[in-house]
């Protein structure tokens, strides 16, 4: 039996939960934990009945009036664990005011190890086109906080403080956990549903423009035409030999969980290898062409649009942060600045 009897019933508890942890917060008293957020993401097909079937896997569900799926796990009190809100068919917020320790852990290890599942990306450039928002937006006395991971010669972003109307702000980090600071979840939830607007449209365009698949030229002609675009990866300057190779090894020897992609290098030179390997989520085939210079990854028809975006975030994440991206001939920051010019107004 549901704990809150209706989405309305439970985003007042939020809303009550937000303003009493603003409050601690102000009195540099956090007693209990935040509220905090994780958008999970599944196939570009209508896959929510499968993306419950595998989350019940995990929980006891139960569901409220309003299309929230409710959690439960037995800890701490009678209150349940998390709940579920279906932004779309293929989005999905995962709250909850447990600890991060309860519910966060468990949360990725779901995620990493389902094929269906997976958590959002946010390179570099969806921070920047995102800070540009705000200062638009926002008087010009509120702040905004960005927290770096520092390399030798340059940075990347993993953290991003979004300043909120009613006070305080909402912390973004790039693996599509957002932690509520503010006194009001309602300045959490129109965040979320900003972000969501602007990524599910990116999604949308990095898939129409990269997959890569056959067309006939007409009815009367047997030849086909192949479309698609490459994902390209310049850097600035060539990797050294020795952390190119060891990057190699950690991805597809030693699988680091972050990419989520499983294959053999083949290794056509000292300084080239090609990759014939599997994106984790979804099971679907890449191919990739790795050199200290240039990494070109190639995605067929129904590869997941967020490859790229995890693929940006986590190079930058471990490997090296000054770099330029292409879809084709065409920028990856300007299919970021379509996506926030158009995507509240177009997709949802």
């Not at 079937?53 to 009678?78: A, C």
């Not at 279906?86 to 005011?97: E, K, Q, V, W």
């Not at 006194?183 to 900003?194: A, E, G, P, Q, W």
Request: glycine content about 4%; aromatic content about 16%; some cysteine.
């Amino acid at each position: 039996m549901s704990y809150y009897k209706s989405r309305e019933e439970l985003f007042s508890y939020f809303n009550k939960h937000s303003a009493e942890k603003k409050d601690d917060l102000d009195r540099h008293k956090t007693r209990s934990p935040l509220l905090k957020s994780y958008i999970i993401e599944t196939s570009s097909v209508n896959r929510k009945k499968d993306f419950f079937d595998e989350i019940n896997n995990h929980y006891d569900l139960s569901e409220l009036k309003g299309d929230i799926i409710e959690i439960d796990d037995d800890q701490e009190d009678d209150k349940p664990a998390a709940w579920i809100e279906s932004f779309s068919d293929r989005y999905f917020i995962f709250y909850s005011t447990r600890t991060t320790e309860i519910i966060e852990n468990k949360l990725m290890k779901v995620i990493q190890n389902s094929p269906l599942l997976d958590t959002l990306w946010l390179a570099d450039s969806f921070y920047y086109n995102f800070y540009n928002y705000i200062k638009s937006n926002f008087n010009d006395y509120r702040y905004v906080k960005l927290k770096m991971k520092y390399w030798p010669a340059a940075n990347s972003i993993s953290m991003l403080r979004i300043p909120a109307k009613s006070g305080g702000g909402i912390d973004l980090y790039n693996n599509g956990k957002i932690t509520n600071r503010s006194r009001s979840f309602i300045d959490l939830y129109h965040n979320i549903k900003f972000l969501l607007d602007n990524y599910s449209y990116l999604n949308k365009l990095l898939e129409e423009k990269s997959w890569l698949k056959q067309e006939k030229h007409n009815f009367q002609s047997s030849g086909y035409t192949i479309k698609g675009s490459p994902v390209i990866i310049e850097f600035e300057k060539s990797l050294e030999l020795t952390v190119f190779k060891n990057f190699i090894y950690k991805i597809f020897q030693q699988r680091n969980k972050n990419f989520r992609l499983w294959g053999e290098p083949l290794k056509i030179s000292e300084k080239k290898y090609h990759v014939y390997g599997l994106d984790l989520h979804l099971w679907k085939e890449v191919f990739l062409e790795l050199t200290p210079d240039l990494f070109v990854l190639i995605l067929p028809e129904g590869v997941c649009g967020n490859t790229i975006n995890r693929f940006i975030t986590n190079i930058q994440t471990f490997l090296e942060p000054n770099f330029d991206v292409y879809i084709g001939d065409e920028s990856y920051d300007k299919f970021l600045e379509k996506s926030f010019l158009e995507g509240g107004l177009k997709y949802a």
